[in-house]
């Protein structure tokens, strides 16, 4: 019988695999909706509001957030906070935004 356990821990995701995993944007995408995107969502606001307070349809944020939290969970871990907090940092790094 193998034995298996419910509660393994997750192992920590560094800042450098989150970075490398970082979705590239559409070639019409402006960078500050991945601002607003992670802002609004640290917010408590849902996508379709974030998506009229940046100005872009809702369905193509919805997709960009999938596109996040894809590349999030696909041989990283889960989107966690740390996750969100990286690509925030980074999104706002890209728009040229203080943080």
Known sequence: MTDFTFCNPIAEVTEAQLLAVYPPAPADWPASADVALWEGLFRGLRIDAIADQAGVPFEAMKERFLCFKHAATSGVGPLSLKAQTVFLNEA??????AG
């Open 92 to 97: 706002r790094r890209r728009a040229g935004v």
